[in-house]
């Protein structure tokens, strides 16, 4: 079966600190996807970055970044110099693999909710 | 903005009443989901279509009824709803429905069932 796990429910910061949240996934597939998604308080949910399982590059993008290890079956999203607009709910997803042509399915963590205090 | 579009952003019925949740995406998209979230938890996936046909029905109660009329269009009928099926509606798309391809979601509906 399926699983990601994202052991951090809750993080509290000061603005302009660094903070990981981690995200450990499980599966049998050989080929998958990931994905990070961001939740603010307005209820959408925001995607942020795919990664798949054959392409270990990390990622930047700005004040964001990635880093994939397949040895440990991780996925950790980084944040550095924090800003109060970080706030929200971050979910870590795999894409699991469907009999079912053209749907897909994602197994979500049970998300981190992080806080960026001023 | 987002590019899906979900109506009303709000709603409170009784239990006796029949009401449409809709969402609507212009992205040229071929999959559409609905997915229910209770406070502090994550989306829970209750329907997708892909190309307009139901694919998957994560058996959720007949109360909840999806419809499809067009590509752009995906409705969720709601009648006889319970006090526990008050939660965050979330509409999502994505362009064929395939592993790789990241789902793009609706601001969601908030629905309270009194």
């Known amino acids: 079966a399926q699983k990601v796990t994202q052991a951090q429910t809750e993080i509290s910061v000061v603005e302009k600190e660094d903070v990981t949240l981690d995200c450990v996934y499980e599966?049998?597939?050989?080929?998958?996807?990931l994905f990070w998604y961001k939740q603010p308080p307005s209820g959408e949910l925001v995607f942020l970055i795919r990664r798949n399982s054959f392409d270990e590059q990390n990622e930047i993008s700005g004040r964001y970044s990635w880093n994939f290890q397949k040895s440990t079956s991780s996925f950790n999203f980084t944040i550095t110099a924090s800003q109060v607009v970080d706030s929200a709910v971050y979910f870590c997803?795999?894409?699991?693999?469907?009999?079912?042509?053209?749907?897909?399915?994602?197994?979500f963590g049970q998300g981190t909710r992080l806080t960026i205090n001023p | 903005d987002t590019e899906v579009t979900q109506t009303p952003k709000h709603l409170v019925m009784g239990m006796t009443n029949k009401k449409s949740l809709k969402c609507e995406q212009h992205m040229g998209h071929r999959a559409m989901y609905w997915y229910k979230q209770k406070a502090k938890k994550p989306p829970e996936l209750m329907f997708v279509?892909?190309?307009?046909?139901?694919?998957i029905n994560e058996s959720v109660p007949s109360r909840f009824s999806p419809e499809c009329p067009n590509s752009s269009l995906l409705n969720l009928h709601l009648h006889a709803l319970q006090p526990e099926d008050s939660a965050l509606y979330l509409c999502a798309s994505s362009q064929e429905g395939g592993r790789e391809q990241p789902q793009h979601f609706g601001d969601g509906t908030r629905l309270s069932i009194l």
């Open positions: 997803a795999l894409s699991e693999h469907s009999v079912i042509q053209g749907a897909q399915k994602l197994v």
């Open positions: 279509y892909s190309y307009e046909k139901l694919s």
């Open positions: 599966t049998r597939d050989t080929t998958y996807y």
